[in-house]
């Protein structure tokens, strides 16, 4: 079955901070898909990155890179130089190929001024 | 195109009553899937549809409810005989292709139970 466990219900961090969210995976498939979404207080779930289990190259795109790591099946999310802009819960999801995706239960990231 | 639109975005009906939430998804995208979320958790799946065949359904999706793409475009999720445990934001999302790739989200049918 699959698992998503984010562990970091919430953080908080001062503008400027570096902050890493964490997520680990439990799945059998040796084929799947990982994602993580952004989800604003206006509610909409924003995808953000999508990442193949072949495809263990770490990812930068602008202030937000991921680190995909099989060995201990993890998929953890980096912001650098937080913004207030960046507060929202972020969703760690894990998708088999051919089905759904299951979602964590997120962790809410609270950037001070 | 504007994206996946569900409507109505709020509804507030009572127990007992019955609630029928429609999504459009993104023109041309195959997949639609339903997603349930209560405060404070990750959205739960509850069913998917490729084209207009429905092809899982969670546990989570008891007989009371029900959902349709009897086009392969827009969608309705049914719930029958509401109780305060439905009370959550139901969300859809659409994806391409036959593989589960990027899903787009609306912005969900938040619905309260009284």
């Known amino acids: 079955a699959q698992k998503v466990t984010q562990a970091q219900t919430e953080i908080s961090v001062v503008e400027k901070e570096d902050v890493t969210l964490d997520c680990v995976y439990e799945t059998r498939d040796t084929t799947y898909y990982l994602f993580w979404y952004k989800q604003p207080p206006s509610g909409e779930l924003v995808f953000l990155i999508r990442r193949n289990s072949f495809d263990e190259q770490n990812e930068i795109s602008g202030r937000y890179s991921w680190n995909f790591q099989k060995s201990t099946s993890s998929f953890n999310f980096t912001i650098t130089a937080s913004q207030v802009v960046d507060s929202a819960v972020y969703f760690c999801?894990?998708?088999?190929?051919?089905?759904?995706?299951?979602f964590g239960a997120g962790t809410r990231l609270t950037v001070k001024p | 195109d504007t994206g996946v639109s569900q409507d109505p975005r709020h509804k507030i009906t009572k127990r007992g009553q019955n609630v029928t939430f429609r999504c459009d998804p993104i023109?041309?995208?195959?997949?639609l899937y339903w997603y349930r979320q209560t405060l404070g958790q990750g959205p739960e799946f509850l069913t998917y549809f490729q084209n207009e065949a429905q092809l899982e359904k969670s546990r989570l999706l008891s007989d009371r409810f029900s959902a349709e793409r009897p086009k392969g475009s827009f969608s309705t999720l049914e719930i029958q005989r509401t109780e305060q445990g439905d009370s959550a934001m139901y969300l859809c999302?659409?994806?391409?292709?036959?593989?589960?790739?990027?899903?787009?989200f609306g912005q969900g049918t938040r619905l309260t139970v009284v």
């Open positions: 023109s041309e995208h195959n997949r």
């Open positions: 999302a659409s994806s391409p292709g036959t593989l589960l790739t990027e899903a787009f």
């Open positions: 999801a894990l998708s088999e190929a051919y089905n759904d995706m299951r």
